[in-house]
């Protein structure tokens, strides 16, 4: 028997059972979209990073709030998410503040911070698609790749029933490709898990810097209605 051709990693995904073929399979195919995911979030979040710094360097360098909504308006498919929130709670206090006669001031800033607040929903979802795909490929796909793991060890087992005289020659090879199917479950598992958790908290920071705009932008809205 040679069992460095036996052991070897290719020669044991190809002989193995049709269940850990499968498994393996279904393992390399989640990580192939994992890896997708990890790359076009770090993108999508470098790009919401870089739009949020470049507005909060043009809203607070002290330029005309209508300039810089018709901006907004004019390059709408180039705007970043905070811009978008700006825009969204600029035109609707606009809208209201030419009904001031019938609204209160405070009616109107509520109405401005409430497009911004839907604004900001729709800009975290964006940015938050495909996390929970990643974080159920960090959490589940060990699991499947200890699935095909006994699966593998019990046929190894099983196959030691049609002998008569049981060696280390006869249950390696199964055992083997059975670890395999962990390896590649690992390695599903922790980028996923890596990536979910880096995201998460750029998030959070994102999110917690268009809140803060909403509160500030809310309280300039305020001045402007005295």
């Given amino acids: 028997m040679n069992v460095t051709a036996d052991l070897s990693i290719v020669s044991l995904i190809l002989n193995a059972s049709a269940v850990v073929k499968f498994v393996m399979a279904l393992l390399a195919a989640v990580s192939v979209m994992s890896w997708y995911w990890i790359f076009r979030k770090a993108f999508a979040i470098r790009a919401a990073r870089s739009k949020t710094d470049r507005f909060e360097r043009d809203f607070w360098s002290g330029g005309d709030l209508t300039a810089l909504y018709n901006s907004a308006v004019n390059a709408r498919h180039s705007t970043g998410a905070l811009e978008r929130i700006f825009e ?3 035109g609707e206090f606009t809208k209201l ?5 019938t609204l209160e001031p405070s009616a109107v800033v509520d109405g401005a911070r409430r497009a911004m607040r839907a604004t900001f929903q729709r800009e975290m ?3 938050e698609a495909h996390l929970a795909f990643l974080a159920s490929v960090g959490s589940v796909s060990p ?3 200890l ?3 006994v ?6 087992f099983r196959g030691l029933s049609n002998v008569t005289s049981a060696t280390l020659a ?3 090879p199964g055992i083997a490709e059975a670890l395999v199917a962990t390896a590649i479950g690992l390695f599903a598992a922790i980028p996923a898990v890596v990536a979910y958790n880096r995201y998460a908290h750029d998030i959070d920071r994102i999110a917690i810097r268009f809140e803060s705009f909403m509160e500030e932008f809310s309280n300039i809205l305020q001045r402007q209605m005295r």
Avoid: E, P
């Avoid at 503040?97 to 006669?101: D, E, H, K, P, V």
């Avoid at 699966?151 to 190894?156: E, H, L, P, S």
């Fill in 170 to 172: 006869h249950v390696a």
């Fill in 88 to 90: 969204s709670g600029f």
């Fill in 147 to 149: 699935f095909g793991t």
């Fill in 143 to 145: 699991y499947v790749g």
């Fill in 151 to 156: 699966w593998g060890i019990m046929n190894a």
């Fill in 97 to 101: 503040r030419a009904q001031r006669a």
């Fill in 125 to 127: 979802d964006n940015l």
